[in-house]
């Protein structure tokens, strides 16, 4: 039996395009037999600029003071992420990290909120508690059944009181760290980008050229994060190419595995991931 009985949904990241999948995904968690809330901004739509055709769900203040609002309701245990896209990265330096230190909770989603995730487990949470790598809400209801048994596997094993005590080391064993290639990459540089030594790093991406791929590994060994990391899993491939020899040629000089087609990311299959 599930130790979650509250899950908020919140919209740090793109805009909703149908809103048919928002009331889907709430109708499959409720369904499951969870209570749901939803942040103030989940129909939000504001154009990033103007004749950009990207849209967010309000402007950055908009989407903190949401994400704040569902984060601070004590009956909300989880929280997970409507869904990816862009724009989680614009928050990370406008974050009460000290508040969230404080009432750290558990945080579901992937893709664009791998740039959140990391944030969060760098400047709130130590390094110490995990976060998960799993669909979102949008996505909920058209699941195949073994991303959904993933999905409520993960569910039934998050204990969010263990989140209230620090001294509780939950990543016990061999981390696994990552996510969204394009959004790691991006944070090569900046405090947010975790410890990766004596990790298992988890890398997926989609609809990106070949060439852009490489750019981004290229840009991973050349900040020294292949150096010291134990294993490099790469999630199923959706509409971008992986170079598998350059990548074997890593792992060679690096001296890491190489585990290939792993069903977690943009694939049909997205299995859900404990990192952290």
């Keep these: 039996m599930s130790k979650v009985s509250t899950i908020g949904i919140f919209a740090p990241a793109a805009a909703l395009n149908d809103q048919q999948k928002l009331e889907s995904g709430v109708k499959y968690l409720e369904e499951l037999g969870f209570k749901v809330k939803q942040a103030n901004n989940l129909l939000d739509q504001v154009e990033l600029f103007e004749d950009a055709g990207t849209f967010l769900p309000g402007d950055q203040q908009r989407r903190i003071d949401s994400m704040m609002q569902i984060w601070s309701d004590p009956e909300?245990?989880?929280?997970?992420?409507?869904?990816?896209?862009?724009?989680?990265?614009?928050?990370?330096?406008?974050?009460?990290?000290?508040?969230?230190?404080?009432?750290?909770?558990?945080?579901?989603?992937?893709?664009?909120?791998?740039?959140?995730f990391m944030a969060l487990y760098t400047q709130a949470y130590d390094q110490k508690l995990e976060l998960f790598h799993t669909p979102m809400l949008v996505e909920l209801a058209e699941m195949n059944k073994a991303t959904s048994a993933s999905f409520i596997a993960l569910l039934n094993q998050i204990d969010p009181e263990a989140y209230k005590n620090y001294q509780m080391k939950l990543n016990q064993g061999t981390k696994t760290l990552g996510g969204n290639l394009s959004l790691v990459a991006s944070l090569v540089g900046t405090k947010y980008l975790p410890d990766f030594a004596d990790s298992i790093l988890f890398l997926e991406d989609c609809k990106e050229l070949a060439y852009k791929i490489e750019r981004m590994f290229y840009q991973l060994e050349l900040a020294g994060v292949f150096h010291s990391i134990r294993e490099l899993q790469l999630g199923t491939a959706f509409e971008a190419e992986y170079d598998y020899n350059f990548l074997e040629s890593?792992?060679?000089?690096?001296?890491?595995?190489?585990?290939?087609?792993?069903?977690?990311?943009?694939?049909e299959t997205n299995l859900s991931l404990v990192l952290g």
């Design 250 to 267: 890593l792992s060679s000089k690096h001296g890491f595995k190489l585990i290939k087609d792993v069903p977690v990311g943009h694939g």
């Design 76 to 116: 909300v245990d989880i929280l997970l992420s409507m869904r990816g896209g862009y724009g989680s990265i614009q928050l990370l330096d406008q974050l009460d990290y000290t508040y969230l230190s404080k009432n750290p909770k558990p945080v579901l989603g992937y893709s664009d909120l791998t740039a959140l």
